[in-house]
């Protein structure tokens, strides 16, 4: 099973930000964009890799465990950007902001955690809250500044999912395997 933890978006952001990407489909052909789906779009935590059942199944109860100390998080979206950089785009993101900053943090170090216990995919380098729009082709894109804005949306997120991951032909199909409440107890 390919699985991995993200903080999901309400249905309505979801919307707001598919309409948004739409509008981005004419200044982006050049750089032939793999667009996110809008059922799709969430913010990755961590991406644990294939897992035998027997460690999704011990995963799901550190997870239980890992969500219980953080808090629920603020949300809000902010500029268009690239990832890793602007000379050699791959990745068309919106950012966003997280508050309070250090229980995410912790989070996010709780899971890395995990999947070490597990045997699970490690991901060393810092993490970035970053919403994914598109997956580049070609390096060659628009100046974002000359861009229409993202939507700017806030929202609350009391839980984070997880994800399982099969790839097919057309791209990814996400499912939510379980959910986990962020109550900060």
Known sequence: ?????????????????????????????????????QENLHLTLHFFGELEIKAATTLQVLLEESARPCP???????????????????????????????????????????????????????????????RLKTPLIPELSSLPAPPALAFTIDSFALMQSKLGRSGAIYSCLSLYTLSGK
Do not use: C, N
């Open 1 to 37: 099973m390919r699985l991995f933890a993200s903080l999901p978006f309400p249905p309505q952001a979801q919307e707001q930000i598919a309409h948004y990407s739409r509008a981005l489909v004419p200044a982006f052909s050049r750089a032939h964009p793999s667009w996110v789906p």
């Open 72 to 134: 629920p998080l603020q949300l809000t979206t902010g500029k268009l950007s690239v990832l890793p950089s602007p000379r050699a785009p791959r990745v068309l993101y919106i950012s966003t902001e997280i508050q309070p900053t250090e229980p995410l943090a912790e989070l996010v170090d709780r899971l890395r955690d995990v999947a070490s216990r597990i045997g699970a995919e490690i991901d060393s380098r810092p993490w970035k809250a970053h919403l994914t729009l598109a």
